[in-house]
Each structure stands twice: as structure tokens, then as C-alpha cells.
């Protein structure tokens, strides 16, 4: 059976939803990161940048399109630094702007990809997958690209059987 591992940032607190700013106690792409580990196994790895987003809704997509813009890489509070052990590589996270939070991509550049199967995993409000695929041709060298899978961040918690499917079909060997 493949080694899966799950690479994901995911964002409490107020977010986007239906239309309107909601507080969030759990990110929605944490929710479908611990489904498709459930479904298949895998490690998590969660990232966190050091300095942290505002809180305010609004002030943090003001800090992640100048982030983009800008092509920063967000120092973050732990790095992976080996991944040879993996088969799969997940990489989960919200749609900012069109494709990953900046963090995302401060990892992926640390790791070597060779050989690996990646899958784009994005929560979205209606942009689907984006540019998450493109990012990860870009972002991860020597990686064959697996079929995405974008979940409605407003129905993360209700779309576990949608992720199931997903993983099984994608993620077993």
C-alpha cells in the first residue's frame, strides 16, 4: 500500500462562507485533510507561518494578495525536510488569490519531489481547483501530477463520502 502524506495550511477563525465572513473553530481544509487521511492513512503536516495572519477577514486576504504579489515566502514554524519515505503527497489548501497561500510554497520549495505522485487538494468558494495545478508543476520538480480534488469550503464538513471516493480511487496503489 502507498505511504501518503498530506501536506495542508488551513485557516480558523473568520473566513469566507456562502457570501458572508463566518467564524470558523476548525479550517475547512483541515476537515478534508483528516477525511482523506482517514480514508487512506497518511501523515499530516500542517503549515504554520511564523507570523500570523490577521484575524480580521478582510485584513488577512489584504496580507495574502500582497504576499502573491509580492512572491513572498512566509517563514514558517517547522519544515519538513525529508519526504523520501512517501509515496503520495497531498497538498491541501484554501484558494488565496487564485492558487496556495505563499507558506505552501515556502515548503514545497525545500523538498525534492523526484519520483513522487502529487494531488492538488483546494477548499474554495467557486474558484474549484485554480491554479493549484499549475503550482505544483511549478513547485514540485520531478513529480507526476494526480487528478485534484476541490471541495466548497462551505460544505467541508458535510463532504466527507465526496473525499472518500476521492482518496480511494486516487490515493491506493
Known sequence: MAKNLIIYYSRTGENYVRRKVTVLSKGNTEIVAEYIQKAVGGDLFRVET?????????ECIKVAKAEL???ARPELKNYLTDISDYDNIIVAGPCWWGTYPMGILTQLEKLDFTGKKVFPVMTHEGSGLAGSKSALKK???????????????ADAEKSEDKVVKWAEKELRI
Do not use: F, M, Q, S
Not at 511564523?50 to 478582510?58: H, M, N, S
Not at 513547485?139 to 469550503?153: D, S, T
Open 50 to 58: 511564523v507570523k500570523t495572519y490577521p484575524a480580521d477577514y478582510y
Open 69 to 71: 504579489r509580492a512572491k
Open 139 to 153: 513547485y514540485c520538480k520531478g513529480a507526476k501530477l494526480g487528478k485534484g480534488l476541490a471541495v466548497r469550503g
